[in-house]
């Protein structure tokens, strides 16, 4: 189910907000929270709640028996690599097997058969939010939870179960046990979800229809022009498409007690790749940071083993992605950009005028963009070849014909609206009474717009829902 759907707006989000708040009781509510969460997740794929129901049973074993072997040393690690071993190993059978049979047919001219499986929506998201539960639970980071409905909760929440943020069960132990919900964080948390529901279908999926056509046009055919108006369409829908989603699930978050860390910081204001990673997808960076690079020993290390823990993580962030060759492509793209800046370039880099860095951060995003957006290493090497004008200078008369030019001022809009202005202007009004109900008149506009928008074409999917 889409947040941004007629049926969740008017169905489910009603539903569980009357119910919810019917209960009194701590425990029924949790209770309340986890059915409707089980059925928000198998609205699309029923069959596979029974392989999160297992994840769930599984992994809330593990975490008992590790902490009443926690004596044992040896039996106390060989719980925990079992554990571990279980959630990579659902994930790698349903998201990498026919990556890796695809590659094995290519280099030994096989023709094993491809698995009859399909990806389980948001199992990257909520394998890596217990992994982090299990992992913590074994470096005494948290207490076991013993109660497999708190638990349960945490893990299957419907608000980030399916394209996240990833949330770490130590931000929010405090809140499933003994979180109080009130009027103001209710209220703020609606407004908060008007506004990503207002980057998801007024912003993206409106530059979506510019940056898929041009990304499908043949490539041949792509000229200077129209290769920049395509990756820069992207490169906004990608950004409102997943920072709406998290804006829409921290809001709903609000609405029911949840205090969810953020997710995004403004990216496309970054002065270095650096940057863009300490703003982009933070709750990801910061997962891989802390049980990956800082545990293969971080940068306290040689310079050779400190390479080889870049690579490590951004390969493994690239596969995180998706099980084809260009977002692991992607993933190194960037690792090698960030240990460029990390060993040389950042320190001329931060030297440089502001606008000189702005401009590099944004070009090699896109060109990261790129990469990430392309099916193919060939339709890569093409897109960036049009990019850099090697492909010829095509008039930007070929966006008119294309039957898109009257989306341009979505573009205008997304560029502002991806910078810090809009925010500013609407704490500012915020902060006064007089205002804020001008704020929130605003606001019911966007979600009418919206809803208008749902009614003509109700299907709009988020990007990292294939994560």
């Known amino acids: 189910m889409l947040f941004s759907s007629l049926t969740f707006l008017f169905a489910f989000l009603p539903c569980i907000i009357v119910v919810y708040f019917l209960c009194k009781n701590r425990t029924y509510r949790n209770v309340v929270l986890l059915l409707f969460s089980l059925g928000f997740y198998a609205w699309g794929e029923p069959i596979y709640i029974f392989l999160m129901l297992f994840s769930l049973i599984s992994n809330y074993l593990v975490a008992i028996l590790m902490d009443k072997k926690k004596d044992n040393v040896k039996l106390h690690k060989a719980i925990f690599i079992f554990g571990v071993m279980i959630n990579l190993g659902l994930l790698g059978y349903f998201k990498y097997s026919n990556f890796f049979i695809d590659n094995i047919n290519s280099v030994f001219n096989l023709s094993v058969e491809f698995l009859q499986i399909s990806l389980p929506i948001g ?17 005494g980071k948290v207490k076991v939870q013993k109660s497999f409905l708190i638990l349960s909760t945490y893990v299957a929440l419907f608000p980030q179960l399916i394209a996240g943020p990833i949330v770490r069960y130590q931000t929010v132990e405090e809140d499933l046990l003994y979180r109080k919900e009130n009027f103001n964080d209710f209220a703020e948390g609606i407004r908060r979800f008007i506004l990503g529901l207002g980057k998801k279908i007024i912003i993206s999926n409106q530059v979506a229809l510019i940056a898929d056509t041009i990304f499908k ?16 369409s992207y490169t906004l829908q990608i950004y409102f498409d997943f ?26 204001i970054s002065t270095s790749i650096t940057d863009f990673w300490r703003r982009w997808h933070i709750s990801l960076s910061s997962w891989f940071k802390d049980y990956v690079y800082i545990p293969l020993g971080g940068n306290r290390v040689s310079n050779k083993r400190w390479l080889f823990n870049i690579f490590v993580v951004w390969f493994l962030t690239g596969m995180w992605h998706g099980a084809t060759w260009n977002f692991i492509i992607w993933g190194l793209y960037f690792g090698v950009i960030l240990a460029v800046e990390k060993m040389f370039l950042g320190k001329y880099l931060s030297k440089s005028p502001k606008f000189v860095q702005h401009f590099y951060a944004l070009l090699f995003i896109c060109i990261g963009w790129v990469i990430f957006r392309s099916e193919s290493v060939s339709q890569i090497l093409v897109y960036l070849k049009a990019m850099f004008g090697l ?7 070929t966006f008119y014909n294309l039957s ?43 979600f009418f717009i919206c809803v208008m928008f749902l009614v003509n074409n109700s299907f709009n999917p988020f990007i990292y829902w294939q994560f």
């Open 123 to 139: 199992i990257s998201f909520y394998t890596f939010q217990i992994l982090s539960y299990v992992i913590d639970v074994y470096n």
């Open 217 to 232: 046009t043949d490539m041949n055919e792509l000229g200077f022009s129209l290769a920049w108006v395509g990756v820069i």
């Open 243 to 268: 920072s709406g989603y998290s804006d829409m699930a921290i809001g709903l978050g609000k609405m029911f007690g949840f205090r969810f860390l953020e997710n995004f910081n403004y990216p496309y």
């Open 391 to 397: 492909n010829g200078f095509n008039s930007i008369k």
């Open 404 to 446: 898109i030019a009257h989306l341009w001022p979505y573009i205008v809009i997304g560029c502002v609206a991806s910078t810090p202005i809009f925010k500013k202007m609407f704490d500012k009004m915020n902060s006064k009474l007089s205002t804020g109900i001008v704020f929130d008149i605003y606001l019911l506009i966007i």
